[in-house]
Structure formats: structure tokens, C-alpha cells
Nanobody
Framework: QVQLVESGGGSAQAGGSLRLSCAVS????????MAWFRQAPGKEREFVAA????????YYADSVKGRFTISRDSAKNTVYLQMNSLKPEDTAVYYC?????????????????WGQGTQVTVSS
């Protein structure tokens, strides 16, 4: 089983930056996709970015493309989400997720392991 622990959330001004980290432990060799999702109050959980664990192919939601960057450090078993040019609408709880099979990288229900979430608040 894979375990995920997020860190790095916090508060930022609009236009600022934050970096989220997701430490991955356990059966990492079975990981296919890693992703970040977010959920704002009263809204459904939405896809933010994903990375294919083995080949490092990356995917982004249109709302964050050009502003956020997902990456991984294999030696540290850590996935990062660098968030630049933050906007108030980026305010949400951000979740790291993992799945061990191929398929849609943007569908939350396809992910079988989730972190506890970390709050990101962007003020105008």
C-alpha cells in the first residue's frame, strides 16, 4: 500500500507563490499516476495536475496551465506542485492522490490513495 503526506500549504497574496510537497511511501513501484486535486468550500473536488510516475508525462487543468508546475523527485519519493501567479480562486484544500493503474488521470474516483489535504488560501 502507498501512503501520502502533503505539506507546504499556507497563505499567499494574489500573484504570489507556494510550493506543495507530497511524500510517497510504501509500494511506490506500483504507482502509475500521481496527481493533485483541490476542493473549495461548497464545490466538488477538481483535477489540478498529474504526472505519470515512470515516464514523467505531465497534465494540467486549463485553469492552472502556465502557472502551476508538477514535478517529482524519484530519489526522495516526493511529488511537488509549484504554484505561481496565485489567484484568489486558487483557494482550496489541495490533495495529493495516487493510483496504480492506467486510465483517466483527471478522474478523482480512479485514484485509490489520498493524502490528508493541505489548505491553500490566496488573498486579493
Amino acid at each position: 500500500q502507498v501512503q501520502l503526506v502533503e505539506s507546504g500549504g499556507g497563505s499567499a497574496q494574489a500573484g504570489g507563490s507556494l510550493r506543495l510537497s507530497c511524500a510517497v511511501s510504501g509500494r511506490t513501484f506500483s504507482t502509475y499516476h500521481m496527481a493533485w486535486f483541490r476542493q473549495a468550500p461548497g464545490k466538488e473536488r477538481e483535477f489540478v495536475a498529474a504526472i505519470r510516475w515512470t515516464w514523467s508525462s505531465v497534465y494540467y487543468a486549463d485553469s492552472v496551465k502556465g502557472r502551476f508546475t508538477i514535478s517529482r523527485d524519484s530519489a526522495k519519493n516526493t511529488v511537488y506542485l509549484q504554484m505561481n501567479s496565485l489567484k484568489p480562486e486558487d483557494t482550496a484544500v489541495y490533495y495529493c492522490a495516487s493510483k496504480s493503474f492506467s486510465g483517466s488521470y483527471y478522474v478523482a474516483n480512479d485514484y485509490n490513495v489520498w493524502g490528508q489535504g493541505t489548505q491553500v488560501t490566496v488573498s486579493s
